[in-house]
C-alpha cells in the first residue's frame, strides 16, 4: 500500500494564481483532512471530510475550496495564492470518522506563494 | 487557538538518556494521541491514549495523562540518534467529528 500520497511536493506560484493540491489514499478511510504547517503554529486544521460528498470546514478555511467525490481523493483548490499560504500543507487520513482513529499523514506539499 | 502546548520546544540530550516531553492543553478531550515528524516528512502516530486512561506504554514509549490537570507527557527511554525528530501531541475533542488539534511541537535531538 501507497498510503497517502500528495502531489506535488514542491510548488512556487505568483500572487493571484490558483492551484490545486492532490492527495490520494488507498486505504478505503472514510476521513479525510487537509493541515498546513507554519513555524511556531504547529499544525492547523483547514478543511476535513468525513466521506465521499461531504466536507466541513477546520479551524483556517479561508482562501482554500475542497470535495471529496470519490474515497479516495480529496484535492485542496487555492483559489486566489496569496504570500500567507506559503506553508507546508499535508493530507491526512483515517479508518474511520470516529474520535479514537489515528491519522495517517502524506508528506507534504512545500508551496511558496511570490 | 493552539489548544495543546508542548514544553520544552526543544530538547538535547545524550544518546542512552531518557526524554520526557510534556503537553498541557484547555478543553476537555475523547483522547489524546503523539506524533513523530522527522525532518521533511509527514507526521507519523505513536501513540494513542483515552480520556479515561492514565498510563499506555508501546516499547520504549511512555505516555500518561492526566485530566485533572489537563496535561500529559510523553517518556523516551534509552535514547537512540535515531529518535531525533519533532513530537507533537494532538487532542480530540469531545464535540463534533474527529478534528484533532496539534501543539507546536518539541524538537528532540539526540546527540551520539
Known amino acids: 500500500n501507497a498510503g497517502v500520497t500528495q502531489t506535488p511536493k514542491f510548488q512556487v506560484l505568483k500572487t493571484g494564481q490558483s492551484m490545486t493540491l492532490q492527495c490520494a489514499q488507498d486505504?478505503?478511510?472514510?476521513?479525510m483532512s487537509w493541515y498546513r504547517q507554519d513555524p511556531g503554529m504547529g499544525l492547523r486544521l483547514i478543511h476535513y471530510?468525513?466521506?465521499?460528498?461531504?466536507?466541513d470546514q477546520g479551524e483556517v478555511p479561508n482562501g482554500y475550496n475542497v470535495s471529496r467525490s470519490t474515497t479516495e481523493d480529496f484535492p485542496l483548490r487555492l483559489l486566489s495564492a496569496a504570500p500567507s499560504q506559503t506553508s507546508v500543507y499535508f493530507c491526512?487520513?483515517?479508518?474511520?470518522?470516529?474520535?479514537?482513529?489515528?491519522?495517517?499523514f502524506g508528506n507534504g506539499t512545500r508551496l511558496t506563494v511570490t | 487557538s493552539q489548544q495543546g502546548e508542548e514544553d520544552p520546544q526543544a530538547l538535547s540530550i545524550q544518546e542512552g538518556e531518557n526524554a520526557t516531553m510534556n503537553c498541557s492543553y484547555k478543553?476537555?478531550?475523547?483522547?489524546l494521541q503523539w506524533y513523530r515528524q522527522n525532518s521533511g516528512r509527514g507526521l507519523v502516530h505513536l501513540i494513542l491514549?483515552?480520556?479515561?486512561?492514565r498510563e499506555k506504554h508501546s516499547g520504549r514509549l511512555r505516555v500518561t495523562l492526566d485530566t485533572s490537570k489537563k496535561s500529559s507527557s510523553l517518556l523516551i527511554t534509552a535514547s537512540r540518534a535515531a529518535d531525533t525528530a519533532s513530537y507533537f501531541c494532538?487532542?480530540?475533542?469531545?464535540?463534533?467529528?474527529?478534528?484533532?488539534?496539534f501543539g507546536q511541537g518539541t524538537r528532540l535531538t539526540i546527540n551520539p
Open positions: 491514549i483515552r480520556s479515561n486512561e
Open positions: 471530510s468525513v466521506g465521499a460528498g461531504i466536507t
Open positions: 494532538a487532542t480530540g475533542l469531545i464535540q463534533g467529528a474527529q478534528k484533532l488539534v
Open positions: 478543553t476537555s478531550i475523547n483522547n
Open positions: 491526512a487520513s483515517s479508518e474511520g470518522a470516529q474520535r479514537n482513529s489515528p491519522l495517517h
Open positions: 486505504m478505503n478511510h472514510e476521513y
